[in-house]
């Protein structure tokens, strides 16, 4: 998998799932072991994302060469808004959603870059340190200057044998 592959197969994924859902359109399904699971074919890759919770809430995404069983991406991400925070959690979450939909369609095929983005009252900015076999990513929220919510994911990309691969 190449870098712009799996760029590619990232901003597919996560936008089919979280930016797309919406209170009239679901795309997970009940989950086993998560509260909700979600799977789209991207090309030859597969890509999943499961979750927990709502707040606090947890999850993973995978990316599969199709018909095989072990990932070669892994993100597991946490995140919450604070209590008492002077906004609802509701509003929140949906800033969150707005800013990370804003990064997916704003990154230009250059996902892994740091971000901010501001509506009205909200500041969103997230910051990436690390690199594709280890990444972390922080995504902060911010109502009138105040942190309100976080989120934290930590990637890993499963090196390739192929000299062309990442």
Known sequence: MTKDEL?????????ECYVKKSSSYNPYVPGGKYDWDFQVA??????TDSY?????????EYIYVKDQSKPI?????????????????????GF?????????????????ADYSFRDGNFDYQTRFSGDLKAILQIEELYYHGTLVGIQTSAGYLKVQERANDI
Do not use: M, Q
């Open 52 to 60: 927990r919770g709502f707040n606090p809430y947890s999850g993973v």
């Open 96 to 112: 969150l959603k707005k800013g990370r939909s804003k990064h997916l369609t704003d990154c230009a095929g250059n996902l892994l």
């Open 7 to 15: 760029i590619n197969v990232l901003i597919t994924g996560r936008t």
């Open 42 to 47: 991207c090309g030859n890759y597969l890509f």
């Open 73 to 93: 991406w892994s993100c597991d991400y946490v995140g919450y808004a604070f209590s008492n925070a002077g906004v609802s959690e509701k509003e929140i979450y």
